[in-house]
Structures are given as structure tokens and as C-alpha cells.
């Protein structure tokens, strides 16, 4: 039955992602179809990322600071691994100083 | 044009990969540990994500089958949740390149997560079966790799790391938005309206009971809309 669940997560997983690609062969003519397809990585993106970056870290300070990190070097044009580990760094200083001003 | 032969190999894919890659250990391992948690066998856990690849969809089918959910429950969230890839898969296909024959198109199909996506429609030209095969290999094992380790070592790395570790798929995803969007005003615009958006679905009662997956898909359709209908693009962007 386990398998049965997995099987069904896997392939509607599977479909969902196979069937536009294999459908659609052809460069689409439309340019507004073109012009929303442009967009759709920045919407999804952009959707993805407010407001859950917010609630990924275990607390709201470390997460501003992690978010402020990440579009202060994004602005710079840094790559996408800088960018990365940079917030994860600002989250952990953070979190260490939230726990230290806790002990005190 | 010699630079775009080079960052078209599948070694420039593998390259593109590694911060994903990284990304996915963390997660992958926060799936392993609730899954084992659950209930489920480690070799299980390990079984969903490698033949799944996706967060959101494993984190929920993880829950229904331990809720003993019926079968059409499971398909129905999981094309809620997952129903974004289409968008995706359907936005890449005007990026590749005629090495994608109908047999690349089927294997590489499976290997469009958001990450995957979004690098490679952040690629300035279209891309090649190649690169894409090297773009999804670290992180598809590292997928899998972060799973095993979760599943079978449970809590090894300290709540502060992983608390720290989690943020680094969004710091990835601004990097790859940022960019643009300063040099394209249209661009910031959608990013804008779609964030917006995301903000009053998520925190307006009744509307914030809609899934994770539903809201990506209403900011995408709204925000591209509006981009495609105020500022369409001149010439294609190759």
C-alpha cells in the first residue's frame, strides 16, 4: 500500500513536469504567451520567496538579518553561492547572539 | 560566441549545480529526519526522494501516508502542490536548444525542481541537453544524499545549523532575481505585484487556506499577465 502512495506522488510528480515538455516542441509565436513565459521565473521566484524567507529560520530577527544580507549582495551581483552562505552566516551570528543575550 | 559553446557543457552544468546542491543537502536532510520521525523506514525515505524531487510534495505525501489518505487524496495534492512544474517545464521549453529530442525531453523532465528552473532560465542563452544533465546531477544526489543522512543519522547537525542552513535556498533564489530586476524595470515590476500578491494571500483569513503550490501558481499567473500585458518583450531575449 506504501508503495502504492509512492508510486502515485512519483508519477502525478512526473507528469506534471514531463507533459508540458514534451508537448510543447515548437518556439511559441505569440508574443504575449512569450512576454508571460519571460516573466513566470521572476513570479515564481519572487512568490516563493516573500514572505516564507521570513519564517525559515528559527527566529523572525535572524531571518530579517539573513534577507538583508541576501538582497544587499544580490544587489551586488554576487553569485548565487556567495549569496547563499553569506545569509546563512548572518542567520547563525544572529541566532548565537539571541542565545547569548538569553543566558545573560 | 566561443564563451557560449563553453558555458553550454555539461561541465558548466555540474558548476551551476553545486550551490543547488548544497541547498538540497539541508532540506533533504530536515525530509529524512521527519520522515523517519514518522514512522517510515529509512530506505523508504530515501526511495520518495529519489523518485519525487520535490520539497513541498514529499513534506505533504510524507503526512498522507501516514494518514492512511486515500489514493485520489494523494494524486489531488500532489498536482496542487506540483502543478507550478508545468509552468516551468512550459517556460523552459522556449530555452532549449534542438539537442532536446523527445527522449532528452522525457528524461530531463523529471529533473525540473524550482532551483533547476530557475538557473536555467538565468542563463543568457538557450540551453543544451547537456548543460542540463550537468545542472541536475549534484543536486539530485545531493537530494538523495541529504535524505540517507537525515533519515539515518536523525539529529547530528545542531538545531543552529540547520536553522541557519535553511534560509540559503531563498538567499539563492534573490541572487537570482536581483540582478534583473535592476536592469529591467519591467522585471522588478512583476517581481513586485507577485510578491505583493503573495504577501495578502498568505496573511487575509479564508484566502490563506489556499496551499503553498495554488499561491505560487495565482502570483505567477497574475504577475507574468500583467508583465506580458503592460510590457510585452520587442525580440525575443536569446
Not at chain 2, 523508504?44 to 505533504?60: C, H, K, Y
Request: glycine share 6%; net charge positive.
Amino acid at each position: 500500500m506504501i508503495f502504492i502512495h509512492i508510486l502515485i506522488m512519483a508519477g502525478v510528480t512526473y507528469l506534471v513536469r514531463m507533459l508540458p515538455m514534451v508537448i510543447f516542441k515548437k518556439k511559441i509565436e505569440s508574443n504575449f504567451i512569450k512576454s508571460f513565459l519571460y516573466y513566470v521565473p521572476y513570479a515564481v521566484l519572487g512568490s516563493m520567496t516573500f514572505p516564507a524567507i521570513f519564517s525559515s529560520t528559527s527566529s523572525l530577527y535572524s531571518a530579517i538579518a539573513g534577507t538583508i544580507v541576501a538582497v544587499f549582495l544580490a544587489f551586488r551581483e554576487k553569485s548565487l553561492l556567495t549569496v547563499a552562505l553569506s545569509s546563512c552566516v548572518a542567520v547563525y551570528i544572529i541566532e548565537w547572539i539571541l542565545r547569548f543575550m538569553n543566558l545573560q | 560566441m566561443v564563451t557560449d559553446k563553453l558555458s553550454n557543457s555539461f561541465f558548466s552544468g555540474l558548476k551551476d549545480g553545486i550551490p543547488i546542491g548544497l541547498g538540497y543537502l539541508s532540506v533533504s536532510f530536515t525530509f529524512g529526519i521527519m520522515a523517519v520521525n514518522s514512522g517510515l523506514p529509512v530506505w523508504i525515505a530515501v526511495l520518495i526522494s529519489m523518485t519525487n524531487l520535490t520539497s513541498a510534495g514529499q513534506f505533504a505525501g510524507i503526512n498522507l501516508i501516514n494518514a492512511g489518505a486515500p489514493y485520489i487524496e494523494m494524486a489531488l495534492a500532489q498536482l496542487v502542490i506540483n502543478m507550478r512544474y508545468s509552468l516551468m517545464s512550459l517556460s523552459l521549453t522556449q530555452k532549449t536548444d534542438k539537442s532536446f529530442n523527445t527522449l532528452h525531453r522525457l528524461i530531463l523532465s523529471f529533473g525540473i525542481t524550482d532551483e533547476i528552473f530557475a538557473v536555467a532560465s538565468g542563463k543568457p542563452h538557450d540551453i543544451d541537453t547537456k548543460y542540463m544533465y550537468g545542472l541536475i546531477t549534484v543536486p539530485y544526489w545531493g537530494w538523495a544524499l541529504g535524505t540517507l543522512i537525515g533519515a539515518a543519522a536523525g539529529s547530528i547537525l545542531p538545531e543552529s545549523v540547520s536553522s541557519a542552513l535553511n534560509i540559503a535556498i531563498y538567499g539563492m533564489f534573490l541572487a537570482i532575481i536581483i540582478p534583473p530586476a535592476k536592469k529591467a524595470r519591467p522585471v522588478l515590476w512583476v517581481i513586485i505585484l507577485s510578491v505583493t500578491i503573495s504577501f495578502v494571500l498568505r496573511y487575509t483569513p479564508y484566502l490563506n487556506k489556499l496551499s503553498e503550490g495554488f499561491v505560487i501558481i495565482i502570483c505567477a499567473i497574475a504577475a507574468s499577465g500583467f508583465g506580458a500585458l503592460f510590457y510585452p518583450i520587442k525580440e525575443v531575449a536569446e
